[in-house]
């Protein structure tokens, strides 16, 4: 609710809606690489790289919340991170509103700093146990304080961060606290304070409530809704639990082995995956009735290490698809593009428009038993 002034409960006044109802594309990555070198030998040379995200390219439109899924050690993280220059990108570029992002230096990098955020996966390890809260949500205000915004003058800092902590839900006095006083969902809760005093316009949530309880999550998840209302944020939102991120994204990407493998819209996502790995993950969420048996399709094999990845198809070791289709080479020496498959549904699959649910099905029906079993007990 808004005052005579024209501001929230907190005294904060929220960010104005765009007067246009197109899409504009606020982050926009293009080939994206971040390599990690691998150092052996005696004299400590670089023998190799682990591609930890490798040739992503990815628009993020303003005022949406844009899923980014896969698997532990997908890349999906590290993709976030290389986003906001806490990771030095090997190649590529990230433009925000047209500004290139990785050119940026000095006074012009801090000041963009001020646009892009990040809630930080774990709740405990994020927050200095030194500090008390004011300073910990604090601290970012100083570092950007000048004569426009007088954050440095202590009076000023301290009242932004009550207004600041009030708009997630705790206490002004909370702010005289150190960490250990507080439980798990109202610590990132401070994280989210901290993130959000800046005036950010994107804010990278690396798995934000994968940590807390479920009870917690559902609370974190409405608070980070309701605050891109307020503030008219953009949130890349990255997650390994599909469900929470079909209730919380409006479009979702699937990364695999540092690969983007396919993007689209939420609905569209869930109602016709149109790459055999999304498929698969799609198939591991467990459905709340009992009564209905789902067979899950398990993947052969574990995850191939990214310092030493497949050729061609990153995925084609494991794809249950290949397999039915009786193994064409094409998926072994030719890297599928992401392409656009219609309504805008992009997918990295040399065989997409012969991926149904209908062949899952097939597939599953065909899976070892013992595989099964295992899945089933997960």
């Known amino acids: 609710m808004l005052n005579a002034a024209g501001q929230t409960a907190s005294g904060i006044t929220p960010a104005p809606a765009s007067a246009s109802s197109a899409p504009q594309v606020?982050?926009?990555?293009?080939?994206?690489?971040?390599?990690?070198?691998?150092?052996?030998?005696?004299?400590?040379?670089?023998?190799?790289?682990?591609?930890?995200?490798?040739?992503?390219?990815?628009?993020?439109?303003?005022?949406?919340?844009?899923?980014?899924?896969?698997?532990?050690?997908?890349?999906?993280?590290?993709?976030?991170?290389?986003?906001?220059?806490?990771?030095?990108?090997?190649?590529?570029?990230?433009?925000?509103?047209?500004?290139?992002?990785?050119?940026?230096?000095?006074?012009?990098?801090?000041?963009m700093r001020r646009r892009m955020q990040i809630i930080f996966q774990d709740p405990y390890g994020s927050l200095n146990p030194r500090m008390p809260v004011s300073d910990i949500i604090g601290e970012g205000l100083l570092a950007q304080a000048d004569k426009v915004n007088n954050w440095g003058d202590r009076a000023i800092r301290d009242k932004r961060v009550g207004d600041y902590l009030e708009a997630v839900g705790l206490r002004r006095d909370y702010s005289r606290r150190y960490p250990h006083e507080f439980s798990g969902g109202q610590r990132q809760r401070i994280g989210i304070a901290r993130a959000l005093?800046?005036?950010?316009?994107?804010?990278?949530?690396?798995?934000?409530?994968?940590?807390?309880?479920?009870?917690?999550?559902?609370q974190i998840l409405n608070l980070l809704s309701d605050l891109q209302n307020q503030f008219s944020l953009t949130y890349l939102?990255?997650?390994?639990?599909?469900?929470?991120?079909?209730?919380?994204?409006?479009?979702?990407?699937?990364?695999?082995?540092?690969?983007?493998?396919?993007?689209?819209?939420?609905?569209?996502?869930?109602?016709?995956?149109?790459?055999?790995?999304?498929?698969?993950?799609?198939?591991?969420?467990?459905?709340?009735?009992?009564?209905?048996?789902?067979?899950?399709?398990v993947l052969r094999g574990d995850v191939p290490s990214p310092a030493n990845p497949p050729s061609g198809c990153r995925f084609h070791p494991r794809c249950w698809l290949r397999e039915k289709l009786g193994n064409p080479e094409i998926c072994a020496t030719t890297d599928p593009t992401l392409g656009d498959v219609g309504n805008g549904h992009l997918s990295a699959c040399h065989f997409a428009n012969q991926v149904t649910a209908q062949a899952a099905e097939e597939a599953a029906s065909h899976q070892d038993v013992i595989a099964t079993a295992a899945a089933a007990e997960d």
């Open 237 to 297: 939102f990255i997650a390994h639990n599909l469900s929470v991120v079909q209730y919380f994204c409006d479009r979702i990407g699937v990364m695999y082995l540092g690969k983007l493998v396919e993007v689209a819209e939420t609905d569209a996502l869930y109602e016709r995956p149109l790459h055999p790995y999304s498929l698969a993950l799609l198939s591991a969420i467990p459905v709340p009735d009992p009564r209905i048996r789902k067979k899950r399709l």
């Open 26 to 111: 606020l982050v926009d990555a293009s080939h994206v690489k971040k390599y990690f070198p691998i150092m052996g030998g005696v004299l400590r040379h670089q023998i190799g790289n682990v591609y930890a995200v490798d040739d992503v390219s990815l628009q993020i439109f303003r005022g949406e919340k844009f899923g980014l899924v896969g698997e532990s050690g997908c890349g999906k993280t590290t993709f976030g991170r290389t986003l906001l220059r806490l990771e030095k990108a090997t190649g590529g570029s990230v433009t925000m509103d047209g500004q290139d992002v990785l050119a940026l230096e000095g006074k012009a990098l801090k000041k």
């Open 197 to 218: 005093a800046l005036d950010p316009d994107f804010v990278v949530c690396d798995e934000p409530v994968s940590a807390l309880d479920v009870s917690i999550q559902s």
